[in-house]
């Protein structure tokens, strides 16, 4: 009953636009703008298969001119007589709560607005599965803005026809539920400099054609499952500023050929499978500002060639398996503000001159292999505060004398036995002799409760644990 009353208000609603716009097409005024009645259907089609509101297409008959709707836009042609064209379509909660029906989905009618630059659907596939069709970007020419973000039900995989759309500038596909792998056709979105499909599912490898995307500005491939290699053809693109391809399963080397990036400001490959070494070219990132290469199986000593970054704020190896001693180039790194090495296998004395950085803000050298006596510059020592972590390095002292407050009580280090030098070995010997007995005392009363009753056994135990790691990986590489 209900539905054949809808049904027959829609056709009456139909014959009425058709009039109307026949009625306007007759006219004989010039200045009177309208839409061509195919793109004006392809419009109400469009979002009648998103939007939950059957009276869309009521309430905004002229969506264009008239009616407005905020998700719409449109432009004036350059025809004569002049034509209101469906510019662009954005839907999403900040236009529309809730944005979509449950079974919402992207209607073949899109075809239909051939003048469509921008399209961007946000938080509106949430419940019936919608994949992207193949048909769909076949001649969609005109579009160079494509966002399809945060829908949780799209799905299935990225059709190579995707490649199609010739004067795409942006493709962000994040945060989906996309498939499969990427098509090895994207390699030939010349005008795209945008590229972000992070978030989704994605598998295989990272396609070498991708080195063709010669504008590319931006790629964000993180939070996949892609395998394989760092393609090496990513060194050619020039205008690259901001590599993401963070936890995934890549494997192998960082290419060398990544150092030609002189425009690159961010290199993510966190969460990943890589080995070391690092390449020394990798010193031509000369704008680079963040580099995040935690947990990596990189087996490395510190690359020299991070000593060259000038740029560089942040710095993340945590867990990265690095050997060694901490260089002292990283006091050259005046713009530094973030450094964490966390969770490695490092060695020997902390340089004081890290205390010297002028931007430094966080420094995190905990859960190494450190030792000696701490000399780090008190004011720096005060200045960062907890973010000055330290902490599970069995061979680190401190000497109160030197410092006004008593800093080994702050980075829950020991106070240094006797005259202890820089030489690890005395002060391993010394650091090991009582660990236990000299943090304990460090610690505030309340914790030192706790720690003794459950947990106490732990502490001793993933020490000793890290130092056989750190000794096997030593033997092994
Ligand atoms: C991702 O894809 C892999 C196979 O490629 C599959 O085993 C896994 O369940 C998928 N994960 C999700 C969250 O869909
Ligand atoms: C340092 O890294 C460890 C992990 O290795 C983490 O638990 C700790 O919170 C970090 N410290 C700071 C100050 O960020
Ligand atoms: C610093 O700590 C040590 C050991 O707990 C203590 O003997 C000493 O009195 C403290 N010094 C100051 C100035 O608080
Ligand atoms: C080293 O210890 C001796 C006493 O054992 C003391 O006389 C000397 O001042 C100490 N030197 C330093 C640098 O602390």
């Given at each position: 009953m209900a539905s054949s009353f809808l049904s027959f208000f829609l056709v009456g609603f139909l014959v009425l636009t058709c009039e109307v716009s026949l009625a306007q097409s007759n006219s004989d005024d010039e200045f009177e703008m309208d839409m061509e009645k195919?793109?004006?259907?392809?419009?109400?089609?469009?979002?009648?298969?998103?939007?939950?509101?059957?009276?869309?297409?009521?309430?905004?008959?002229?969506?264009?001119?008239?009616?407005?709707?905020?998700?719409?836009?449109?432009?004036?042609?350059?025809e004569e007589p002049s034509l209101f064209h469906v510019t662009k379509i954005h839907i999403g909660p900040d236009i529309l709560n809730p944005p979509?029906?449950?079974?919402?989905?992207?209607?073949?009618?899109?075809?239909?607005?051939?003048?469509?630059?921008?399209?961007?659907?946000?938080?509106?596939?949430?419940?019936?599965?919608?994949?992207?069709?193949?048909?769909?970007?076949?001649?969609?020419?005109?579009?160079?803005?494509?966002?399809?973000?945060?829908?949780?039900?799209?799905?299935?995989?990225?059709?190579?026809?995707?490649?199609?759309?010739?004067?795409?500038?942006?493709?962000s596909l994040s945060q989906n539920s996309l498939m499969g792998e990427i098509p090895k056709e994207i390699g030939q979105m010349v005008m795209l400099e945008q590229l972000d499909l992070s978030y989704n599912n994605l598998s295989g490898e990272v396609p070498e054609e991708i080195g063709g995307i010669e504008n590319l500005i931006i790629l964000d491939l993180s939070w996949n499952s892609l395998e394989g290699q760092v393609p090496s053809s990513l060194g050619q693109l020039h205008s690259l500023q901001k590599i993401d391809l963070g936890s995934n399963k890549l494997i192998g080397n960082i290419p060398p050929n990544l150092g030609h990036l002189k425009s690159l400001v961010l290199l993510d490959l966190s969460n990943n499978l890589l080995n070391g070494p690092i390449h020394e070219t990798l010193s031509g990132l000369e704008n680079l500002e963040y580099l995040i290469l935690d947990h990596n199986p990189l087996d490395t000593g510190i690359p020299q060639f991070v000593g060259q970054l000038k740029k560089v704020q942040t710095m993340s190896l945590s867990s990265c398996g690095l050997k060694g001693k901490l260089p002292t180039f990283f006091s050259s790194l005046k713009l530094l503000s973030s450094l964490s090495l966390d969770n490695n296998c490092l060695i020997g004395p902390i340089p004081p001159s890290l205390g010297t950085l002028p931007s430094l803000d966080l420094l995190n050298l905990s859960n190494n292999q450190l030792s000696g006596e701490v000399l780090l510059p008190e004011d720096f020592i005060e200045r960062l505060g907890k973010?000055?972590?330290?902490?599970?390095?069995?061979?680190?002292?401190?000497?109160?004398?030197?410092?006004?407050?008593?800093?080994?009580?702050?980075?829950?280090?020991?106070?240094?036995?006797?005259?202890?030098?820089?030489?690890?070995?005395?002060?391993?010997?010394?650091?090991?002799?009582?660990?236990?007995?000299?943090?304990?005392?460090?610690?505030?009363?309340?914790?030192?409760?706790?720690?003794?009753?459950?947990?106490s056994w732990l502490k001793p135990n993933l020490v000793l644990f890290r130092f056989v790691v750190c000794l096997l990986s030593f033997f092994l590489l």
């Open positions: 195919e793109e004006l259907l392809g419009l109400f089609d469009v979002f009648e298969a998103l939007v939950g509101d059957s009276d869309w297409s009521k309430q905004h008959p002229q969506p264009c001119s008239e009616t407005p709707w905020p998700g719409v836009q449109c432009e004036i042609g350059q979509c029906k449950n079974s919402a989905k992207i209607s073949d009618s899109l075809l239909k607005l051939p003048y469509l630059k921008t399209l961007s659907i946000f938080n509106c596939f949430l419940a019936s599965q919608v994949t992207l069709s193949p048909s769909l970007f076949g001649s969609l020419s005109s579009l160079e803005h494509l966002s399809l973000e945060s829908n949780p039900s799209l799905s299935g995989e990225l059709p190579s026809s995707l490649a199609k759309l010739a004067n795409l500038r942006v493709l973010r000055l972590d330290i902490k599970g390095n069995n061979g680190l002292c401190t000497r109160n004398e030197a410092y006004q407050r008593n800093v080994s009580v702050y980075l829950e280090a020991p106070v240094c036995l006797n005259n202890a030098t820089s030489d690890p070995r005395s002060d391993k010997t010394l650091a090991l002799k009582h660990p236990n007995e000299y943090s304990e005392r460090m610690k505030p009363s309340e914790n030192r409760l706790k720690e003794s009753s459950d947990v």
